[in-house]
């Protein structure tokens, strides 16, 4: 078995997700893909996901101070959920 066998890497590959390859004619730009790939499987918490994105974008040509600047933002959105989450959660 291998992932190729999971209809869910052909939806990737079809939608032009740069990690799976395939064709892809949208209107987002390969960076676009990478980072916002990076964002998901960063924020989904999958170390391995994660770590194969920051390859990918790297050699796709974003410079690693991009890659830091959008986990840096990743990370500041996520910490916003979870404040507006503890504090509606205290009933405020």
């Known amino acids: 078995m291998d992932y190729s066998d999971f209809s869910l890497i052909k939806a990737q590959t079809d939608a032009?997700?740069?990690v799976f390859g395939g064709k892809y004619d949208g209107q987002l730009t390969e960076r676009e893909r990478h980072l916002i790939g990076l964002a998901?499987?960063?924020?989904?918490?999958?170390p391995d996901c994660t770590s194969a994105r920051v390859a990918a974008a790297g050699k796709a040509g974003i410079?690693?101070?991009?890659?830091?600047?959008?986990i840096n933002l990743i990370a500041g959105i996520n910490a916003g959920f979870v404040i507006h989450t503890a504090v509606k959660g205290c009933g405020k």
Do not use: H, L, N
């Open 63 to 70: 410079s690693e101070k991009a890659i830091t600047e959008a």
């Open 16 to 18: 032009g997700d740069p």
């Open 40 to 46: 998901v499987a960063s924020t989904k918490g999958c």
